[in-house]
């Protein structure tokens, strides 16, 4: 005989499952004991939120589903705005939560939430487990939806009396290879004919073209048909930044310097783009064709509605359209021209003897190698990075531009600390941001991780702030004090520095990466360029076309 939670444990294994993040309760007591067991690491954080954004993270690093597990009720429900992290964000995770039992109710009612029904619009499918005989298939169907096309968040609900009955052992359901379908020659040959007849052709790379699986392919895409290209957020790192076709990342919907070669584009061919991510450009009327390359048909939002599509495997599906059309595109790099003007404006007053965004990212960037890894939280900074830091190896500027909450960047970080303990990693986070999980200092020190955090302080939600300011409301409801951040990160035993000269920053943080473990760096940050950049400065460039 075996009891539901060894089995349960054994198909975690059996889908390669190596750690587990959470805070498990009573009702989980014997799928911990059987985690013990077993050659999963069980990894307490210090709130389920941060347990969930881990498990989301390693599912974006690995394209494998990372898995989380809370108790019931309070518990499960701390999971909720992690689970909106990885559905927006396309990012393999499993949840597993506890359940008083169901085949009897000694405690009533006490403590019950339908969990299930609470996770539906926030995951990909969301199950009570009803008997110990299910638990094979439903698990192997789980990691299924969880880690195919489009990836996302999976609940499942193990009752604590599920868990601990005993029955005959199950045989789990072995793993096997997935193939994806390619695109249609039709489709191909359609898009082929666009592309080679585009007057001033750009590439677009979205959140998608960041798959572990697909990055090799979409850079050589990039080298064979030698068109500009430009990326979302989220598709920053996609391709390295360091080509000389690189033209720009879209942090801004419309107006900034990248949108003067989409305003005179004829043509964007649009690769992993997800209409989750805020518009890296607005379609209107009079504007581009655009060509929609993906793992699935285009979302059409009135700011996007393609005039083509390619839809399959996307590494495969680019290699067989870069057949079809390397050397043959005449006008391949027409908008080339415009490169130098854009990257330059964008870096200008980079090195001034202020802590402003542009002095921030540039010492960042000093100190981080071509594999070294930002974590951004969410907060005014996130479009200063996402416009002025250049990548130049994938995945290596994790940032949030879907559900765009706050609080995930540490947590992010320390998963990244994890998979790739050798890198330089450090998470960036705004004041507001950090405190809402801040407390994971703790797990951070207590795994023994080298990290540092950046810790950008205004005193301030500072971009809802600028908005209000920009809006012309008065300045009213934004402002908070802090601790003394040096002596709060060593309560936690990690190291705090505080930097009051903008020329300490590069020092400090070299010093904080070679010292190793946990360090907390405390700089100000000077917002007026928030204004002078983003609103007065951009308002002199002619307007963008009407979206009508």
């Known amino acids: 005989m075996t009891k539901g939670s060894d089995l349960f444990v054994a198909a975690l294994e059996n889908e390669g499952v190596d750690r587990i993040f959470g805070i498990p309760g009573e009702e989980n007591l014997d799928i911990v004991e059987s985690i013990r067991r077993s050659s999963i690491q069980l990894i307490l954080t210090r709130h389920e939120q941060a347990a969930a954004f881990m498990a989301a993270t390693y599912g974006r690093l690995t394209g494998k589903a990372g898995v989380c597990i809370t108790t019931l009720g309070p518990g499960a429900l701390n999971l909720t705005t992690g689970s909106a992290y990885a559905l927006l964000g396309a990012m393999p995770m499993i949840m597993i939560t506890g359940q008083k039992g169901i085949l009897s109710s000694r405690q009533a009612r006490f403590q019950i939430v339908d969990i299930v029904a609470a996770m539906k619009p926030l995951t990909k499918l969301s199950r009570q487990i009803v008997s110990p005989k299910m638990i094979p298939s439903l698990v192997r169907e789980a990691f299924r939806v969880a880690q195919e096309e489009r990836p996302g968040p999976v609940h499942l609900e193990l009752p604590e009396d599920i868990a601990a009955a005993e029955c005959e052992p199950i045989a789990l359901v072995p793993t096997h290879p997935v193939e994806l379908p390619l695109a249609s020659a039709g489709a191909l040959d359609r898009a082929a004919r666009m592309i080679m007849e585009a007057k001033r052709p750009l590439l677009m790379f979205g959140a998608a073209a960041s798959r572990p699986r697909v990055t090799p392919d979409v850079a050589q895409f990039v ?326």
């Open 223 to 548: 080298l064979r048909t030698q068109i500009p290209y430009f990326t979302t957020q989220m598709g920053k790192g996609t391709v390295p930044g360091g080509t000389e076709l690189y033209m720009g990342t879209a942090a801004l919907s419309e107006r900034d310097y990248v949108h003067e070669a989409i305003e005179q584009a004829d043509l964007i061919i649009t690769i992993g783009h997800d209409t989750v991510e805020k518009p890296p450009f607005i379609m209107g009327a009079r504007g581009p064709k655009v060509i929609h390359v993906g793992y699935q048909t285009a979302d059409v939002e009135q700011v996007y509605f393609p005039q083509a599509e390619i839809v399959g495997d996307l590494g495969p599906s680019l290699a067989l359209l870069a057949d079809r059309i390397e050397g043959k595109i005449p006008n391949a790099q027409a908008l080339l021209p415009l490169r130098e003007g854009i990257l330059s404006r964008i870096a200008a007053r980079a090195t001034e003897d202020r802590f402003t965004p542009q002095r921030i990212v540039h010492d960042v960037r000093a100190v981080m190698p071509a594999d070294g890894i930002l974590a951004l939280d969410n907060g005014m900074y996130k479009i200063w990075f996402a416009r002025n830091y250049r990548t130049r190896m994938a995945n290596t500027l994790l940032l949030d531009n879907a559900l765009a909450t706050m609080g995930a960047g540490l947590p992010s970080a320390m998963m990244a600390a994890l998979l790739y303990p050798r890198r330089r990693v450090m998470a960036i986070c705004g004041d507001g941001g950090f405190m809402m999980n801040s407390q994971e200092l703790e797990t951070a020190v207590r795994l023994k991780l080298n990290l540092v955090v950046l810790l950008l302080e205004d005193h301030a939600y500072g971009m809802i702030r600028w908005k209000q300011a920009v809006d012309e409301f008065p300045d009213f409801g934004m402002t908070f004090g802090n601790p003394d951040f040096v002596r709060y990160a060593e309560a936690y035993g990690a190291r705090g520095t505080r930097v009051g000269e903008i020329a300490e920053l590069q020092p400090a943080l070299e010093r904080a990466f070679t010292g190793g473990g946990v360090h907390l760096v405390v700089v100000p940050i000077d917002y007026s360029e928030n204004t002078r950049v983003l609103v007065d400065e951009l308002r002199e460039r002619l307007p963008a076309p009407q979206a009508s």
